[in-house]
T-cell receptor, first 114, second 113 residues
Framework: KAGVTQTPRYLIKTRGQQVTLSCSPISGHRSVSWYQQTPGQGLQFLFEYFSETQRNKGNFPGRFSGRQFSNSRSEMNVSTLELGDSALYLC?????????????FGPGTRLTVL | GDSVTQMEGPVTLSEEAFLTINCTYTATGYPSLFWYVQYPGEGLQLLLKATKADDKGSNKGFEATYRKETTSFHLEKGSVQVSDSAVYFCALVFKAAVNKLTFGGGTRVLVKP
């Protein structure tokens, strides 16, 4: 069974640009969550989508947005990039939206903002 | 707000040594607790979990017990191997927030042969 895939794996952008990251969950998984990992702030929750609806949101500015498609694939978008947005962005999927369901993480997309 | 505090690393050990990574949390209510592991260049993998007080999670020789009195979930392994070198994250989640994990800062463990 294929794991969670994220594309692209590496990305370099300049300040002010926007970027779209993609996540394909494990087949059959309907919940997709996004996390930002930085050396300074650690792992921080961005948002979670379940059945195409955003169900939870972390404390990030509106420049960070996401969506989920009917096939459960998800994208996140960051507009007007800042240097501080450089991070590893991790996507995680789980089978259902129920509590304690294991979340399976992808390898991440490493975004560098110059 | 909810938070998780882990001991800072790096923790450097010799093979077959005993490993302990401390984790404490601050939360309103009773969350579920997890340990995740991140190997170099990879995403996170669930190592073990405990969903209520006094539960003990275990996997691959690692153990952690949910201690409500001390709000702790310390990770232990009796005899580490070089392959255990990784970054370990303690995390919590509340039922109401479903898949919204709150992570500790991570502890890097390096096991030398």
């Amino acid at each position: 069974k294929a794991g969670v895939t994220q594309t692209p794996r590496y990305l370099i952008k300049t300040r002010g640009q926007q970027v779209t990251l993609s996540c394909s969950p494990i087949s059959g998984h309907r919940s997709v969550s996004w996390y930002q990992q930085t050396p300074g702030q650690g792992l921080q929750f961005l948002f979670e989508y379940f059945s195409e609806t955003q169900r939870n949101k972390g404390n990030f500015p509106g420049r960070f947005s996401g969506r989920q498609f009917s096939n459960s694939r998800s994208e996140m978008n960051v507009s007007t990039l800042e240097l501080g947005d450089s991070a590893l962005y991790l996507c995680a999927s789980s089978l259902l939206g129920e509590p304690y369901n294991e979340q399976f993480f992808g390898p991440g997309t490493r975004l560098t903002v110059l | 707000g909810d938070s998780v505090t882990q001991m800072e690393g790096p923790v450097t050990l010799s093979e077959e040594a005993f490993l302990t990574i401390n984790c404490t949390y601050t939360a309103t209510g009773y969350p579920s607790l997890f340990w995740y592991v991140q190997y170099p260049g990879e995403g996170l993998q669930l190592l073990l979990k405990a969903t209520k007080a006094d539960d003990k999670g275990s996997n691959k020789g690692f153990e952690a017990t949910y201690r409500k009195e001390t709000t702790s979930f310390h990770l232990e392994k009796g005899s580490v191997q070089v392959s255990d070198s990784a970054v370990y994250f303690c995390a919590l989640v509340f039922k109401a927030a479903v898949n919204k994990l709150t992570f500790g800062g991570g502890t890097r463990v390096l096991v030398k042969p």
